[in-house]
């Protein structure tokens, strides 16, 4: 990203102040955070929705609030893509209709409209949805036209509230590996507000949590959740840990991949994949689904039992986060015990255990375009 997007902004809310100084070079910026604490009002304040904000927004050299020098500009002339909880998609256009909706801001932005539209429609899969009516598509569809819809108008940044939220778990997998495909492939800054731990972890490289309307910690995703001030919230929203593998084999009922970007890592029996051999995924653990063992163990319909080694023991209220790593090119594993269960096996940095995974407790993330 080479502008780099800077917020620094006040506005009055019912509850509370919102009130957050942040400036962000990252391809992906998350917020984070419980229901009511600010996070959609910090969007709409940079979309320009939110007429009493006052402070300084700005992406790159450009000014777009400055309540100082007076400086406003209105939301149709920032150049921002927003998809809000709901889509709102046109329901008088069909998709194609929607997706061309926003030509008149891609033209005005320098864009080649039909370029944009090609790829955008190339990245979502959504030339079999062309002349589908909005009433007739799927919850997932509809997130990947509204998606589409603010890609198409040429967006210098991209703002996306909780694009996964009104999806059952089943669609969030088909769909998440959509977003990513629009982070690796349009060079456009992007704000992700998430309360999907899975989520913020597979792609955002910088996460914000808001607590009533202030920002209460800041870093790299995993980091900031097992933070203990902030791992309450995450658990509440479900935390797992999210690991990149690569196919390894493929066998009657399930499929062995290697951790690891580069599929270097121990081997993990996951459910059947359709992905070719060689191809990249991501995988899913619960952080209360790890069972730990400080011996290999035998007897067990636990599929997997990896490795590690313990790098970190954090009290967290009545439990304990135990941080252990699996191999070098492998983000650590954050598993939840007990106190008991920590002093029973002394677990402290160093000490070498086992990590029993089911292989029905892994769930697995893969470009629905890629399987064989």
Request: proline share 8%; with cysteine; aromatic share 2%.
């Given at each position: ?60 050299d ?7 020098r007076?400086?406003?500009?209105p ?11 709901d ?14 909706a ?20 190339r ?12 009433t ?8 990947r036209?509204?998606?589409?819809r603010?890609?198409c ?10 694009p996964l939220a009104?999806l ?9 590996p ?8 349009f ?8 309360h ?7 792609l955002?490289e910088?996460?914000?949590?808001l ?11 995993r980091?900031v ?8 919230l ?21 499929t ?5 970007s ?22 899913s ?14 007897g ?12 970190r ?12 790593r ?21 677990l ?8 029993l ?7 697995l993330y893969?470009d629905?375009s890629a399987?064989?």
């Amino acid at each position: 990203m080479s502008d780099a997007l800077s917020v620094r902004v006040r506005l009055p809310l019912d509850r509370f102040d919102l009130d957050v100084d942040v400036r962000t070079t990252h391809r992906v910026t998350g917020i984070f955070g419980a229901s009511g604490s600010g996070k959609t009002t910090l969007l709409e304040t940079i979309a320009g929705l939110r007429r009493g904000a006052r402070g300084h927004v700005a992406l790159g050299d450009e000014t777009w609030l400055d309540d100082e020098r007076r400086v406003r500009i209105p939301p149709e002339r920032r150049g921002v893509g927003y998809v809000p909880q709901d889509s709102l998609l046109f329901p008088h256009l069909d998709v194609l209709g929607n997706l061309r909706a926003g030509r008149g801001r891609a033209l005005a932005g320098g864009h080649d409209p039909d370029a944009v539209m090609d790829t955008t429609v190339r990245v979502l899969d959504l030339a079999p949805l062309l002349r589908r009516t909005v009433t007739t598509l799927s919850g997932g569809e509809r997130q990947r036209v509204a998606l589409g819809r603010a890609l198409c108008s040429g967006p210098r940044l991209l703002l996306l509230d909780e694009p996964l939220a009104s999806l059952d778990a089943a669609l969030r997998r088909r769909v998440l590996p959509f977003l990513q495909r629009v982070q690796a492939e349009f060079a456009i800054p992007i704000l992700l507000v998430s309360h999907d731990p899975v989520e913020v972890q597979a792609l955002c490289e910088d996460l914000i949590v808001l607590r009533e309307g202030r920002m209460i910690a800041r870093g790299e995703p995993r980091a900031v959740l097992t933070d203990p001030a902030v791992f309450p919230l995450a658990e509440t929203e479900g935390f797992e840990n999210v690991l990149p593998a690569v196919v390894a084999a493929t066998r009657d009922g399930t499929t062995q991949v290697r951790l690891g970007s580069a599929g270097a890592g121990p081997a993990l029996t996951v459910p059947r994949s359709t992905l070719p051999v060689g191809h990249p995924l991501l995988l899913s653990v619960p952080a209360d689904e790890i069972v730990l063992a400080l011996e290999p163990p035998a007897g067990l319909s636990a599929r997997n039992a990896v490795p590690a080694r313990v790098e970190r023991v954090e009290a967290v209220g009545p439990i304990r986060l135990v941080t252990a790593r699996v191999a070098d090119d492998t983000p650590p594993l954050v598993i939840e015990v007990t106190d008991d269960a920590r002093a029973e096996l002394q677990l402290a940095p160093g000490t070498a255990l086992y990590l029993l995974i089911k292989t029905t407790a892994i769930t697995l993330y893969e470009d629905p375009s890629a399987g064989g």
